[in-house]
């Protein structure tokens, strides 16, 4: 994560905990929502919120799982409605890894 004056960056995220296991194997829905409450924690750390959130940037493995996906980006910017693109790539770092985001937040406030 970087923040430049109002501006917050957060490079690729992923379902993986502090000991680096991946949350949700298998579950696309489930690796998503663990991701945004990861993002959520380090816009708290920057002075931010979810509200800020402009861009959602999502790597997929399977393209074909957008609709859970998009459920759970949907859960947490549902109010917010940030541009939002998601694309398939042929893999992640870790093949139990399903998805990764990125985000872009500005602060307004």
């Known amino acids: ?3 430049t ?8 995220t992923t379902a993986t905990d502090e000991e680096g296991q991946v949350i949700g194997t298998g579950d696309p829905y489930l690796q998503t929502k663990y991701i945004f409450e990861k993002i959520n924690g380090y816009l708290e750390k920057a002075g931010a919120s979810m509200e800020d959130i ?23 910017l549902k109010t ?8 398939e790539v042929s893999k ?17 406030k």
Request: glycine content about 6%; overall charge negative.
């Open 5 to 12: 004056g109002n501006v917050i960056e957060i490079a690729g």
């Open 92 to 108: 992640l770092i870790d093949p139990e890894l399903l998805i990764e985001i990125e985000v872009t937040a500005i602060i307004l």
């Open 1 to 3: 994560m970087v923040r």
């Open 54 to 76: 402009v861009r959602t940037r999502m790597y997929v493995t399977d393209i074909s799982k957008w609709q859970e996906i998009g459920r759970a980006h949907g859960e947490y």
């Open 80 to 87: 917010v409605r940030p541009a939002a693109t998601m694309v």
